[in-house]
T-cell receptor, first 111, second 114 residues
C-alpha cells in the first residue's frame, strides 16, 4: 500500500513564530508533491507544490523543501498567523492523476 | 475560492440506498478526480475522469461509479450504501495536458449513512 506519513499529528506555535510541518513519503518514484491546507468544514486548499527535480520552492510566507535522499518533505510557514490554524496535508503523485495523502498535521496558532 | 462547486453540501441516506453526488469543475479544467475523506483522515483517491472516461481508479469497489459530461462536470454514484461510506466526498479539477497537474478541490459533500 501507499504510505505518506506525517511526523507530528499536532503542532502548536506562538503567533509570529515560524512553523515547520514535516512529511515522509515511501515511494521513490513520486515526482510531484503538493501541500494542502484544510480548514474545518472546507475542502483542501492548494498552498504550494514542488517537482522532484527541485529541492526548494518559495511562495508567499511559505517554503517547501524536498529531500529525495531520505524521502522527506517539509512546509515552512513564516510569521505564523491565527488564520494559519488548520490541518495540513502533503500529497504525492507518481502518475500525475492520482494523489496519495497522509493523515495530516493539525496546526494551532496561539495568539 | 477555487471555482469548483459540489452539490449537495450535506446528505443523509440509509444503508442499502443509492446516492449521486455532483461536481462542476473550475473553468478551463477538463479533468475531475473524486476522493473520499473519512473523519480524521486524509483524502483517499476514488477515481478520475478525463474526456468522459475513467482515467485511473483507486482501491474502491465497483459500486462506486462515475460519469463525466461534455461540459466536464462529473457525478459520483454509490450503490448499496454501507455505514462505512459515511465521509466527506471531495472532487478536484485539473487541466490534463500540462506536465504539472495541480488539483484544486471543491468544498465537498458530507454524506451520512444510517
Amino acid at each position: 500500500g501507499e504510505s505518506v506519513g506525517l511526523h507530528l499529528p499536532t503542532l502548536s506555535v506562538q503567533e509570529g513564530d515560524n512553523s515547520i510541518i514535516n512529511c515522509a513519503y515511501s515511494n521513490s518514484a513520486s515526482d510531484y508533491f503538493i501541500w494542502y491546507k484544510q480548514e474545518s468544514g472546507k475542502g483542501p486548499q492548494f498552498i504550494i507544490d514542488i517537482r522532484s527535480n527541485m529541492d526548494k520552492r518559495q511562495g508567499q510566507r511559505v517554503t517547501v523543501l524536498l529531500n529525495k535522499t531520505v524521502k522527506h518533505l517539509s512546509l515552512q510557514i513564516a510569521a505564523t498567523q491565527p488564520g494559519d490554524s488548520a490541518v495540513y496535508f502533503c500529497a504525492e503523485s507518481r502518475t500525475g492523476n492520482q494523489f496519495y495523502f497522509g493523515t495530516g498535521t493539525s496546526l494551532t496558532v496561539i495568539p | 475560492e477555487t471555482g469548483v462547486t459540489q452539490s449537495p453540501t450535506h446528505l443523509i441516506k440509509t444503508r442499502g440506498q443509492q446516492v449521486t453526488l455532483r461536481c462542476s469543475s473550475q473553468s478551463g479544467h477538463n479533468t475531475v478526480s473524486w476522493y473520499q475523506q473519512a473523519l480524521g483522515q486524509g483524502p483517499q483517491f476514488i477515481f478520475q475522469y478525463y474526456r468522459e472516461e475513467e482515467n485511473g481508479r483507486g482501491n474502491f469497489p465497483p459500486r462506486f461509479s462515475g460519469l463525466q459530461f461534455p461540459n466536464y462536470s462529473s457525478e459520483l454514484n454509490v450503490n448499496a450504501l454501507e455505514l462505512d461510506d459515511s465521509a466527506l466526498y471531495l472532487c478536484a479539477s485539473s487541466l490534463e495536458g500540462l506536465e504539472v497537474k495541480t488539483q484544486y478541490f471543491g468544498p465537498g459533500t458530507r454524506l451520512l449513512v444510517l
